[in-house]
C-alpha cells in the first residue's frame, strides 16, 4: 500500500495576542489516504479551520507559530517558503471555504476568475484555452447554461451557484486533495444536500 497522502504529526499551532499566547490547535495526528475522505469535527473554537489552514500554509510566519510536521505528497510543508507554496495551493491541494461571495472577487466575472485560477497552474494555455475550462468547470458542478452563465458577475449568482462556482475553483487545477471548511452552512437544507451529493459525485469522477 502507498503511503497517505496527507501526513500531519504533531501539529501545534500559537498565535501571539495581546493577551499572552493563543492555542488553536496542539499536537494534532492525522492521514489521509489519496481517494479517501475525512471528516473533522469539534465544538467551535477548537482548531479546524485553523489546521486546515497550516495544510496550505496560510498562516503567516512571521505571526503564527507553528511546530510539528505536515507532509503533502511527501512535501514538508511546515516552514515552506511562499513561492514553494504557491506550487502546491491549488494543484496538490485545494480549499473551499464556508464563504463563497468572500473568496471570489465581486468586481469580476466569475469565468475570469476560474480562468485566472487555472492559468497559475498552466501559464502555457491561452485565454481561451482556460475560458472553455472555466465553461468546463461550471458545467461538471451543476451550473445551468455555462457558456452563458460564465460572463456573470458572482452577485448575479444564486447562493447555491456561488458555493458550486467556488467548488469547481478549487477543482480547476485538478487537486489530489480538497479540503473543505464548512462549505454548506451558509446554505439552506435542501441546497447544503445537493451541494454534499455534488462534492461526492465529483470524489468519484476525479478519481476514476
Ligand atoms: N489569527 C488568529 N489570531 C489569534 N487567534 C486565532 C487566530 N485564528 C484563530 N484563532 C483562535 O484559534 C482557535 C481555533 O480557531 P478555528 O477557527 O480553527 O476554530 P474552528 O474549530 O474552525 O471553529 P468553528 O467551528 O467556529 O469554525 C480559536 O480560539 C480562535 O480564536
Ligand atoms: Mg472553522
Known amino acids: 500500500m502507498s503511503d497517505p ?88 491541494v485545494a480549499m473551499i471555504f464556508q464563504d463563497a461571495l468572500a473568496a471570489l472577487h465581486p468586481f469580476y466575472k466569475v469565468g475570469s476568475q476560474l480562468a485566472e485560477a487555472y492559468l497559475v497552474h498552466h501559464p502555457k494555455a491561452s485565454k481561451r484555452e482556460a475560458r472553455r475550462k472555466a465553461i468546463e468547470m461550471l458545467d461538471r458542478v451543476g451550473i445551468p447554461q455555462p457558456d452563458r452563465r460564465v460572463d456573470d458577475f458572482p452577485h448575479q449568482f444564486s447562493g447555491g451557484m456561488r458555493q458550486r462556482a467556488m467548488i469547481a475553483m478549487g477543482l480547476i487545477n485538478d487537486p489530489k486533495l480538497l479540503i473543505a471548511d464548512e462549505p454548506t452552512t451558509a446554505l439552506d437544507v435542501t441546497v447544503q444536500a445537493q451541494i454534499l451529493d455534488l462534492l461526492q459525485d465529483l470524489q468519484r469522477e476525479f478519481n476514476s
Open 5 to 92: 497522502f496527507l501526513v500531519v504529526e504533531d501539529l501545534t499551532v500559537k498565535f501571539p495576542t495581546e493577551d499572552g499566547l493563543v492555542n488553536a490547535v496542539t499536537d494534532l495526528s492525522y492521514t489521509v489516504e489519496q481517494g479517501k475522505t475525512l471528516g473533522i469535527v469539534g465544538e467551535s473554537g477548537s482548531g479546524k479551520s485553523v489546521s486546515s489552514m497550516a495544510v496550505l500554509g496560510l498562516h503567516d510566519m512571521r505571526t503564527a507559530r507553528i511546530t510539528g510536521s505536515i507532509k503533502v505528497g511527501g512535501q514538508e510543508v511546515v516552514g515552506l517558503g511562499e513561492s514553494k507554496l504557491r506550487k502546491l495551493r491549488g494543484k496538490e
